[in-house]
Each structure stands twice: as C-alpha cells, then as structure tokens.
C-alpha cells in the first residue's frame, strides 16, 4: 500500500475531518445508520450454486435408492430410472463445477484486487466524499 503523507484533507470541502473507509465501517457495523455513502467491502464469493448443484444428484440418489428398497418402487423399471438418474447426474454436476471454478477463480484473483482496492480509500466525516488520497 502506498505511504501517504502529510495532512490528508478532503478534496471536495478541503475538512481534515476523514478517516479510511475500512475503519469507518467496522465502527458502524454495531449502529443501525451506517455511514450515508460508505460502501460495505467487497464480499468473497459464496459456493452455495456450486454446492446445492453437485448435492443435488446425490441427494436425489439417494432418496430413490430409499424409495426403491423401502416402497419397492420398481414401476418404471430400474433401466429407466438410472438413465434418468445418470442424464440428471451428468447435467448438474458439471454446471455445479463450473460455478466452483468461478467463485475460486474470483476468490483467488478478483476478491483480493478489489479488497485492496476498497482498503485504500478514505471517507470525509464532513461532506461524505469518498476519495483516495494523492501518493507522495
């Protein structure tokens, strides 16, 4: 991160009244009025598509696995309903790896860039500008 030095002063009314956003939001986090214009950081990708579509076939193995030993559910014949089972299976699971590789992919190149990003910003307590200071 780059040294800022000197006096930092708001560039839009010129208040030394200011402080980074990062700090300003983790002392609004317990109050019900956030900072008006402070933006909450940037959030790491969550795997819950990736996740559900993945379970999902074994789930849904499983449960017809259940119904078939305890309800005897042999109606439609047992070729049938593991085509089904495989067709369902081999539709979902790559999707749900194709949503793991993005949600790591942002995680790992993305999330860190826009964290840093965020972390280099400051707020006036004054006007509410947010900006980043000059370097020197």
């Known amino acids: 991160m780059e ?3 000197g006096e930092i002063r ?3 009314c010129m208040s ?3 402080q980074r956003v990062e700090v300003a939001h983790m002392q609004d986090l317990g109050k019900q009025d956030l900072l008006d214009g402070s933006p909450s950081p940037p959030q790491p990708a ?3 598509a990736a996740a559900w579509l993945v379970c999902a ?3 849904g193995f499983t449960v017809i696995a259940i119904l078939n030993v305890f309800l005897e559910i042999w109606m439609i014949g047992t070729g049938t309903l593991l085509g089904v089972m495989l ?3 081999g539709t979902l699971i790559p999707i749900g790896a194709y949503f793991f590789y993005k949600d790591t992919r942002y995680d790992l190149h993305i ?3 826009l964290l840093e990003a965020w ?3 400051w707020i006036c307590q004054s006007c509410g500008d947010i900006f980043v200071p000059e370097t020197h």
């Open 16 to 18: 030394s009244s200011v």
């Open 3 to 5: 040294k800022v030095t």
């Open 119 to 121: 972390k280099k910003n």
């Open 111 to 113: 999330y860190p860039r």
């Open 87 to 89: 067709l369902v299976a």
């Open 46 to 48: 969550n795997y819950k």
């Open 57 to 59: 076939p074994v789930v």
């Open 10 to 12: 708001c560039p839009q």
